[in-house]
Nanobody
């Protein structure tokens, strides 16, 4: 079982930046894919970005060009650099991991609020 803990959320003004971190523990060497999702109240949880074990990345159209996902295997961590933030980006952001055995793990989420 992999445990995931997000950090780095907070309140930022429109146009600002935040960097989210997700630290993995447990059987972290078995992780294949790591992703970031987000969910606003009353809205469906959607995938923001993902990164494979080889370093291949993919992004939702809504964040392409503004967000960057990266991974540090030595630190068992994945990051989401968020630039040019807008009110529509306000949501709880969740770390998601899929192991080589196909088992999914979720973090507890971290709140990101964009407001002036």
């Amino acid at each position: 079982q992999v445990q995931l803990v997000e950090s780095g959320g907070g309140l930022v003004q429109p146009g600002g930046s935040l960097r989210l971190s997700c630290a993995a523990s447990g059987n972290s060497f078995s992780i294949n894919i790591m992703e970031w999702y987000r969910q606003a109240p009353g809205k469906q949880r959607t995938r923001v970005a993902g990164i494979g074990i080889s370093g291949h990345t993919y992004y939702a159209d809504s964040v392409k060009g503004r967000f960057t996902i990266s991974r540090d295997h030595a630190k068992n961590s994945v990051y989401l650099q968020m630039n040019s933030l807008e009110p529509v980006d306000t949501a709880v952001y969740y770390c998601h991991a899929i192991s080589q055995a196909g088992v999914a793990s979720w973090g507890q989420g971290t709140q990101v609020t964009i407001s002036s």
